[in-house]
Nanobody
């Protein structure tokens, strides 16, 4: 099971930290990715962090503003989101994969999503 949390309402320029906590599987074996889906748009990949060395990858749209990290002792991956923009408004999902990839088809288990709204 994957549980995403930390969403909410924030003003443009503000920050939020999302958490994704896993249970029922060997968490540190898996890459964990974040995706988001805005109203009326397709789901898009945001970032992922690898299992072994914690290598991080970002979509161009969030590079320099978002930071992904993991604490395997807590079975948790974090997504620190800074300098938020209205276009970051979306439901954010975390998912697991055996590879570090932006392709959602390679993710086999998904959390329920947490809503981030960036608005003044």
């Amino acid at each position: 099971q994957l549980q995403a949390s930390g969403g909410g309402l924030v003003q443009p320029g503000g920050s939020l930290r999302l958490s994704c906590t896993g249970s029922g599987f060997t968490f540190h074996y898996y890459t964990i990715g974040w995706f988001r889906q805005a109203p009326g748009k397709e789901r898009e990949w945001v970032s992922c962090i690898s299992s072994s060395y914690g290598n991080t990858y970002y979509a161009d749209s969030v590079k320099g503003r978002f930071t992904i990290s993991r604490d395997n002792a807590k079975n948790t991956v974090y997504l620190q989101m800074n300098s938020l923009k209205p276009e970051d408004t979306a439901v954010y999902y975390c998912a697991r994969s055996e590879t570090s990839t932006a392709n959602s088809l390679n993710y086999d288990y998904w959390g329920q999503g947490t809503l981030v709204t960036v608005s003044s």
